[in-house]
């Protein structure tokens, strides 16, 4: 999927049509076009409005005044007339308390006005004693006007509580709602909040606006938690074979290790099963370090990522632990506790041999191995302390101090990043591989010059450098020299004609150029070149399907084909999230959405994933709750922004190419947007690329390719 060090770094995200209404992330266009000011809820309600129902008038009971006809009037005429007097009387009553009960909130509002919150209170408490319906519209109001009291005084438990009793009478009561959203938030219940905000966003058609940026406030800190705590549960698996070997191939010591030839697995097996020294023995210890640094480098080679990580790390165990790590590194099962001393001993023998016997790579080589693999599945102190240890043993280890570089950037440390590759030209001045990843770094901070003399300097020192090459091409592209960033790609795909990269992001190149056939060709042919197991491939074309023909099924298909070659390929699962959503799939797309956050890794791709999971959510919880109030509100906006897409037409775009989180040689993030909304720019390199160096990356996702993650309805 891409060279960074997070495959999450290499989401391609559809913006789905604007005929979504059902996607909270809609609310953006209208925001953005038609945002009138709501009703301010810091202010309190006269009345709701409604539309009265006229009562049935009464039969007419006819009466004869005076004489014989008066005398004829019969018993049962009477008697109705009697309880016609009655009815009269007791609606005189109901009347009478009616208005006793308007005049007490008219008097409340008065308070309220001059700021006499506890006065005003008193008055609205008597307005809802006196009022005879309690499921009267106006005792909706009495409970709102009190709630919004109580929240001045910022007694917000009283305050919900009474927006509870209020949406019991008028369940689409917005101010109730906002009230109770804004009090919720208070007392920290932000997924209660977010729930209200986003009822209150729904049936004021996207214009209350403490309704959406209430939610907007709100989904960025639940995305935000839910993220970080994410991040703190361990991984249970590294990121695709294919992202780790594109990330793997843009170290040229890496590619030089791994084209020697070695023995066959089944060898080195046979040859550590049939070890017969002492097994907690300084020698049994360094041959077993053999063979499983020699079955890592075979493994990684074929691609097999998760047993060669296995062996890294079954390699570290027979090493003292790293020093800066108060936790054990992980152990795989077999493991032989050597004891201290003993490990010890086996550092220093390894260090200081070599020959027959002696591993094939030197420990610091094995350690920073085991700190790579930690760091793709997101275990970042164990990672830090792997490259921390390495350098500690080679301090001129430049792949460490790169790979530690990135690592610094993911945890958002830019001094720190850039600290480490002024170290590694000090060791190494005309390594192509610090010019390649450091002019990553630039493009991500924004600068496109120094970005340009990297990586042209990685180019001519590394001309075997797909990544190198790619980087550069897109970096042209995005400077608009769009000539000269086709002759790189055309270049590249001579140099290197079965690279399904080098194929993927011509095309993307191409889309953005609107050369729309020219680009499936190219997708076609990383698909044919790849035995049609390159993930990404398989996306862009149901990207284009979708945009040639609106084929939401055939778009479908290929994200599922994607799927099924890539099961980890994140990048699918987010736009089978937002095709489902455009099929009106709430479920289904929260279920895709599930499924990518648990493959993503970068805490602020996670943040964009996750708000796009709880804006989705919550709108499935309100239609399962209340089907009759939300599923018209939501069918409503799904008809005008459809014919909002209709009058707009579409428009096809692909932003940011080769862009990644990283600065360890990532070949970026691949995006192929399609909007049927509001025609948008593709986003520039500049504010986007800052913003992602900053932290702060932004979420492009459905309805109108949102352009913050504060906005982040997605």
Same mark, same amino acid.
């Given at each position: 999927?891409?060279?960074?060090?997070?495959?999450?770094?290499?989401?391609?995200?559809?913006?789905?049509?604007?005929?979504?209404?059902?996607?909270?992330?809609?609310?953006?266009?209208?925001?953005?076009?038609?945002?009138?000011?709501?009703?301010?809820?810091?202010?309190?309600?006269?009345?709701?409005?409604?539309?009265?129902?006229?009562?049935?008038?009464?039969?007419?009971?006819?009466?004869?005044?005076?004489?014989?006809?008066?005398?004829?009037?019969?018993?049962?005429?009477?008697?109705?007339?009697?309880?016609?007097?009655?009815?009269?009387?007791?609606?005189?009553?109901?009347?009478?308390?009616?208005?006793?009960?308007?005049?007490?909130?008219?008097?409340?509002?008065?308070?309220?006005?001059?700021?006499?919150?506890?006065?005003?209170?008193?008055?609205?408490?008597?307005?809802?004693?006196?009022?005879?319906?309690?499921?009267?519209?106006?005792?909706?109001?009495?409970?709102?006007?009190?709630?919004?009291?109580?929240?001045?005084?910022?007694?917000?438990?009283?305050?919900?509580?009474?927006?509870?009793?209020?949406?019991?009478?008028?369940?689409?009561?917005?101010?109730? +709602? !906002?009230?109770? $959203? %804004?009090? /919720?938030?208070?007392?920290?219940?932000? #997924?209660? &909040?977010? *729930? @209200?905000?986003? =009822?209150?966003?729904?049936?004021?058609?996207?214009?209350?606006?403490?309704?959406?940026?209430?939610?907007?406030?709100?989904?960025?800190?639940?995305?935000?938690?839910?993220?970080?705590?994410?991040?703190?549960?361990?991984?249970?698996?590294?990121?695709?074979?294919?992202?780790?070997?594109?990330?793997?191939?843009?170290?040229?010591?890496?590619?030089?290790?791994?084209?020697?030839?070695?023995?066959?697995?089944?060898?080195?097996?046979?040859?550590?099963?049939?070890?017969?020294?002492?097994?907690?023995?300084?020698?049994?210890?360094?041959?077993?370090?053999?063979? +499983? !640094?020699?079955? $890592? %480098?075979? /493994?990684?080679?074929?691609?097999?990522? #998760?047993? &060669?990580? *296995? @062996?890294?790390? =079954?390699?570290?165990?027979?090493?003292?632990?790293?020093?800066?790590?108060?936790?054990?590194?992980?152990?795989?099962?077999?493991?032989?506790?050597?004891?201290?001393?003993?490990?010890?001993?086996?550092?220093?023998?390894?260090?200081?041999?070599?020959?027959?016997?002696?591993?094939?790579?030197?420990?610091?080589?094995?350690?920073?191995?085991?700190?790579?693999?930690?760091?793709?599945?997101?275990?970042?102190?164990?990672?830090?302390?792997?490259?921390?240890?390495?350098?500690?043993?080679?301090?001129?280890?430049?792949?460490?101090?790169?790979?530690?570089?990135? +690592?610094?950037?993911?945890?958002?440390?830019?001094?720190?990043?850039?600290?480490?590759?002024?170290?590694?030209?000090?060791?190494?001045?005309?390594?192509?591989?610090?010019?390649?990843?450091?002019?990553?770094?630039?493009?991500?901070?924004?600068?496109?010059?120094?970005?340009?003399?990297?990586?042209?300097?990685?180019?001519?020192?590394?001309?075997?450098?797909?990544?190198?090459?790619?980087?550069?091409?897109?970096?042209?592209?995005?400077?608009?020299?769009?000539?000269?960033?086709?002759?790189?790609?055309?270049?590249?795909?001579?140099?290197?004609?079965?690279?399904?990269?080098?194929?993927?992001?011509?095309?993307?190149?191409?889309?953005?150029?609107?050369?729309?056939?020219?680009?499936?060709?190219?997708?076609?042919?990383?698909?044919?070149?790849?035995?049609?197991?390159?993930?990404?491939?398989?996306?862009?074309?149901?990207?284009?399907?979708?945009?040639?023909?609106?084929?939401?099924?055939?778009?479908?298909?290929?994200?599922?084909?994607?799927?099924?070659?890539?099961?980890?390929?994140?990048?699918?699962?987010?736009?089978?999230?937002?095709?489902?959503?455009?099929?009106?799939?709430?479920?289904?797309?929260?279920?895709?959405?599930?499924?990518?956050?648990?493959?993503?890794?970068?805490?602020?791709?996670?943040?964009?994933?996750?708000?796009?999971?709880e804006a989705t959510a919550a709108q499935l919880q309100l239609l399962h709750e209340q089907p009759l109030i939300y599923g018209p509100a939501m069918e409503q906006h799904r008809a005008k922004f459809a014919e909002i897409a209709a009058s707009a037409g579409g428009q096809e775009r692909l932003g940011d190419g080769v862009r990644g989180k990283g600065c360890g040689g990532q070949a970026g993030q691949r995006r192929v947007w399609l909007a049927l909304d509001e025609p948008l720019a593709p986003p520039r390199m500049d504010g986007d690329a800052r913003d992602v160096a900053n932290g702060a990356h932004q979420g492009e996702g459905i309805g109108s390719l949102l352009k913050s993650a504060e906005a982040a309805w997605c």
């Open positions: 999927h891409g060279t960074t060090m997070s495959s999450s770094s290499l989401k391609a995200r559809l913006a789905i049509a604007a005929g979504v209404g059902v996607a909270v992330g809609v609310a953006v266009y209208l925001r953005r076009r038609s945002l009138r000011l709501a009703d301010a809820v810091e202010t309190v309600d006269t009345e709701i409005a409604v539309t009265a129902t006229p009562e049935k008038p009464s039969a007419a009971v006819p009466t004869v005044v005076g004489g014989a006809a008066e005398k004829a009037v019969p018993e049962a005429s009477l008697t109705a007339e009697a309880s016609e007097e009655g009815s009269a009387a007791a609606k005189s009553e109901v009347a009478a308390a009616q208005e006793a009960a308007k005049k007490a909130k008219e008097r409340g509002n008065k308070r309220f006005q001059g700021k006499q919150f506890e006065k005003a209170i008193e008055e609205y408490t008597e307005a809802i004693r006196l009022a005879p319906d309690k499921t009267d519209k106006d005792v909706a109001v009495f409970y709102g006007n009190r709630a919004q009291c109580y929240a001045l005084l910022e007694r917000h438990e009283q305050a919900e509580a009474d927006c509870d009793e209020s949406l019991k009478v008028a369940p689409d009561y917005v101010k109730a +709602l !906002c009230r109770r $959203a %804004l009090a /919720r938030e208070k007392q920290n219940k932000t #997924e209660a &909040a977010l *729930l @209200d905000f986003t =009822a209150a966003a729904l049936l004021s058609a996207f214009t209350n606006e403490v309704g959406v940026k209430g939610a907007d406030r709100v989904l960025k800190l639940i995305a935000k938690d839910k993220a970080e705590q994410r991040l703190s549960e361990p991984m249970r698996h590294l990121p695709s074979s294919s992202f780790i070997a594109t990330f793997i191939d843009s170290f040229q010591s890496h590619r030089s290790i791994l084209a020697l030839g070695r023995r066959p697995l089944p060898i080195i097996s046979a040859e550590l099963a049939a070890l017969q020294l002492p097994a907690d023995s300084v020698a049994h210890a360094l041959a077993r370090a053999s063979c +499983l !640094c020699e079955a $890592a %480098l075979v /493994r990684m080679a074929s691609g097999a990522f #998760e047993e &060669a990580f *296995l @062996d890294w790390l =079954a390699v570290c165990a027979l090493l003292p632990p790293p020093p800066t790590l108060s936790l054990s590194l992980p152990r795989p099962d077999g493991c032989v506790d050597l004891g201290i001393e003993t490990q010890q001993q086996a550092l220093s023998q390894w260090k200081e041999g070599s020959g027959e016997g002696m591993p094939c790579v030197p420990p610091a080589y094995a350690l920073a191995m085991s700190g790579m693999f930690l760091h793709l599945r997101g275990n970042y102190e164990e990672a830090m302390a792997c490259y921390d240890y390495a350098l500690s043993l080679e301090p001129g280890q430049i792949t460490v101090l790169l790979k530690r570089a990135s +690592l610094w950037f993911e945890k958002e440390d830019l001094p720190k990043a850039l600290a480490d590759f002024d170290l590694a030209i000090e060791h190494q001045p005309e390594c192509a591989d610090i010019y390649c990843h450091r002019g990553q770094l630039h493009i991500l901070q924004n600068d496109a010059g120094a970005a340009l003399i990297d990586l042209r300097k990685a180019v001519q020192l590394d001309g075997d450098s797909v990544l190198a090459r790619i980087q550069l091409g897109m970096a042209l592209h995005r400077q608009g020299q769009t000539s000269e960033a086709r002759r790189i790609f055309e270049e590249a795909e001579l140099k290197f004609p079965n690279s399904p990269d080098v194929l993927n992001y011509y095309g993307e190149l191409l889309v953005e150029g609107n050369e729309l056939d020219d680009a499936r060709r190219k997708f076609e042919k990383a698909l044919s070149i790849s035995d049609k197991r390159f993930a990404l491939a398989h996306v862009n074309l149901g990207v284009l399907q979708l945009h040639a023909s609106s084929d939401v099924e055939g778009a479908i298909e290929h994200c599922g084909t994607a799927i099924e070659v890539d099961p980890l390929c994140e990048t699918a699962h987010v736009h089978m999230a937002h095709l489902l959503l455009q099929k009106i799939d709430l479920e289904g797309a929260v279920a895709s959405y599930d499924k990518a956050v648990a493959l993503l890794r970068m805490k602020q791709e996670l943040v964009d994933c996750f708000s796009m999971r």
